[in-house]
């Protein structure tokens, strides 16, 4: 089955660029999301199609992807970003079966 | 705004069967696809599959294929998932979350409380 690999963890100060990975075969042709999950929540959609942010989401976030590679960045990162993080996508030709990343837990001290 | 609202806690023996609902409000429910997916204790999310607005498609994940069924009831708002053959493994939080619909791929958007199943004896 389809596989996304993360780091397991990502560690900046606060103020720093934090860069989160996502490798997957398929992501050159398939989209990458992102979710933000805080400690006891539920996740939050932080990027979609790759470099769309949502309503709500600081601007501090953008995601970007090349070849094999989607990567989600945190511009400035701030202590209330310490989360973990998910990349989504899919291998299906029909759009129909999709995957999570194994998640990277970002610690901004 | 878009509200997802779970039923509550559960606890199951191993082999028992399991059903979690999730009540739609705020957005026309017939127009959008609903996701699974399922957090184990400290672990990563798990996508279990998704069902279309009308219940008339399904498709779920390789790893609980034959175990999940979804289905949902257009007159109440509400979108069921069952797992059978419950064992330890599965215990976890379980959340239901609605696909936005009008993109070229499938992917939650917003997302429902949670709800823990915990398999035990």
């Known amino acids: 089955s389809y596989e996304l690999t993360q780091p397991p963890s990502v560690s900046v100060s606060p103020g720093q660029t934090a860069r989160i990975t996502c490798s997957g075969d398929?992501?050159?042709?398939?989209?990458a999301y992102w979710y933000q999950q805080k400690s006891g929540q539920a996740p939050v959609l932080a990027i979609y199609?790759?470099?769309k942010r949502p309503s709500g989401i600081p601007e501090r976030f953008s995601g970007s992807s090349s070849g094999t590679m989607a990567t989600l960045t945190i511009s400035g990162a701030q202590v209330e970003d310490e989360a973990d993080y998910y990349c989504?996508?899919?291998?299906?030709?029909?759009?129909?079966?999709?995957?999570f990343g194994g998640g990277t837990k970002l610690t901004v001290l | 705004q878009v509200h997802l609202v779970q039923s509550g806690a559960e606890v199951k023996e191993p082999g028992a069967s399991v059903r979690v609902s999730c009540k739609a409000s705020?957005?026309?429910?017939?127009?959008?696809?609903m996701h699974w997916v399922r957090q184990a204790p400290g672990q990563g999310l798990d996508w279990l599959g998704m069902?279309?607005?009308?219940?008339?498609?399904?498709s779920y994940s390789q790893n609980f294929q034959g175990r999940v069924t979804m289905t949902r009831d257009t007159s109440t708002s509400t979108v069921y998932m069952e797992l059978s053959s419950l064992r330890s493994e599965d215990t976890a939080i379980y959340y239901c979350?609605?696909?936005?619909?009008?993109?070229?791929?499938?992917?939650?958007?917003?997302w429902g409380q949670g709800t823990l199943v915990t398999v035990s004896s």
């Open positions: 989504y996508s899919t291998d299906s030709s029909d759009n129909m079966l999709w995957v």
């Open positions: 398929a992501l050159p042709k398939k989209y």
């Open positions: 199609e790759d470099t």
């Open positions: 069902i279309s607005p009308n219940g008339g498609l399904r």
């Open positions: 705020g957005y026309t429910f017939s127009n959008h696809w």
């Open positions: 979350a609605r696909d936005p619909g009008d993109t070229s791929g499938y992917f939650p958007d917003y």
